[in-house]
């Protein structure tokens, strides 16, 4: 099954289905990278807090796919947002995930509220953009406020804003602002972490087009544009989460998942959220 690929506003393409590591064990990493790259992932979504960067790199190593082939993503810890921090902890995740590039780093928080601005990290990004080491830079759980600033004060328009988006938190705000600005969605916990998986409204479509309700979730995010990965280390699920491109949602599904918005969210209010590690 081919995975489609978005274009980045600098040109780069990143796979649309990936595969997400958070609260994936870093002793079951490699194991649960090496399934889905079996199953044709071609894109892994980690990040410095998640502790299981060098399990990816490893994953990596064992595969013997080429690293051209392969799309990956990290992102600057809470604790890291000071230039220093920043650079070091770059150049440790580069050697964990065991190659000459990152694909994608993102700031994974804004943290409106530390005593380090966010656009000043951003402008130690774009450092990390200039030395050549990543393909493309782009933010995490920013709010089109803290996207304003960056835009005003910054050179670099992020290439991505990876944010909560399912179907009980739509972000249809955050979705279209950042879109505007030529920024991509990545929706994270694109299937509320299991929690929309009973709705009646998504169990009823999935009946009628003959899929499971984890499926017809994430086609949805696909048809909306979104880049989506969904984790989980059952093997069986990493192989339904993957087959999501032979089957389509007609619009009034689509719509009808979306009004299931009820502002509900699974993790922090980027707003509110300053935990540092
Ligand atoms: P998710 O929505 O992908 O749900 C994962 C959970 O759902 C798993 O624990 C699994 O038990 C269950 N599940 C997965 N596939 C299933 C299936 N087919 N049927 C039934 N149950 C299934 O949630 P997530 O892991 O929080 O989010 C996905 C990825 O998004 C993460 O791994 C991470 O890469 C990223 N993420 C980023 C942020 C951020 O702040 N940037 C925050 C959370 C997650």
Do not use: C
Request: glycine share 8%; proline share 5%.
């Amino acid at each position: 099954m081919t995975v489609p690929t978005i274009t980045l506003n600098n040109g780069v393409e990143i796979p649309q289905l990936g595969f997400g590591v958070y609260q994936v064990d870093p002793a079951e990493t490699k194991d649960a990278v090496l399934t889905a790259f079996e199953v044709g992932y071609r894109h892994v979504d980690t990040a410095q807090m998640y502790g299981n960067e060098a399990g990816v790199g490893e994953a990596l190593a064992a595969s013997g796919l080429a690293r051209e082939d392969v799309f990956i993503t990290s992102k600057l810890n809470n604790g890291h947002h000071a230039r220093e921090d920043a650079l070091r902890s770059f150049d440790e995740t580069l050697e964990k995930l065991g190659g000459e590039y990152v694909d994608l780093f993102l700031v994974h928080w804004p943290l409106p509220g530390i005593d380090i601005d966010y656009v000043d990290t951003w402008k130690t990004m774009e450092e990390i953009a200039a030395s050549g080491k990543v393909r493309a830079i782009g933010v995490s759980n920013f709010q089109p406020a803290h996207l304003d600033r960056l835009l005003e004060a910054t050179d670099t328009v992020p290439a991505v804003n990876q944010v909560e988006v399912h179907p009980y938190l739509t972000n249809e705000a955050v979705r279209s602002y950042s879109a505007d600005k030529g920024i991509a969605i990545e929706a994270w916990s694109p299937i509320a972490q299991g929690q929309v998986l009973d709705d009646p409204t998504i169990t009823e479509i999935a009946r009628k087009v003959g899929r499971t309700p984890a499926q017809v979730t994430l086609r949805w995010a696909i048809q909306r544009g979104d880049i989506v990965f969904p984790k989980s280390v059952t093997r069986s699920r990493v192989e339904e989460n993957f087959a999501l491109f032979d089957f389509e949602l007609d619009q009034a599904d689509v719509d009808a998942i979306a009004a299931l918005d009820k502002g509900h969210r699974t993790g922090p209010d980027p707003d509110t959220f300053n935990w540092i590690p």
